[in-house]
């Protein structure tokens, strides 16, 4: 690679302007103008590459925080202390005063562990 190609590879941002016009309004704003028209061709690479969201949806805007409650057994007869999922169709769920239980399915209820044997 011969110095005059290297020294093309390595230009300034100011470099690529045209010929700077007369008056600093003109410049500067010939300057955000190729600014923005080199910040749209990045993120088109970027996207074109699949490195970036292309939408919303897919930033996570619209999407749930996993730690948001979701109501799985509204009718369920006791306080629940806390809760976590096991596996695809389980729900793990401690209580304050009738131990722990898991949730199968819609219906599906079963005793784990009974508060009284821990006494």
Not at 85 to 110: C, H, M, P, Q
Request: glycine residues 6%; charged residues 25%; contains cysteine.
């Amino acid at each position: 690679m011969s110095l005059s190609q290297a020294m093309l590879n390595r230009r300034a941002f100011s470099d690529v302007l045209p010929d700077p016009p007369r008056s600093s309004r003109r410049k500067e704003e010939a300057r955000q103008v190729e600014f923005v028209r080199i910040g749209q061709a990045l993120k088109l690479d970027t996207i074109v590459k699949g490195d970036a969201p292309t939408s919303l949806a897919t930033t996570g805007l619209f999407k749930r925080a996993p730690w948001e409650p979701q109501c799985f057994y509204p009718d369920f007869g006791h306080d629940i202390v806390c809760g976590d999922s096991w596996a695809d169709t389980r729900l793990v769920i401690s209580t304050e005063n009738s131990g722990v239980f898991v949730i199968e399915g819609k219906y599906k209820l079963l005793s784990v562990i009974i508060r009284n044997c821990l006494r």
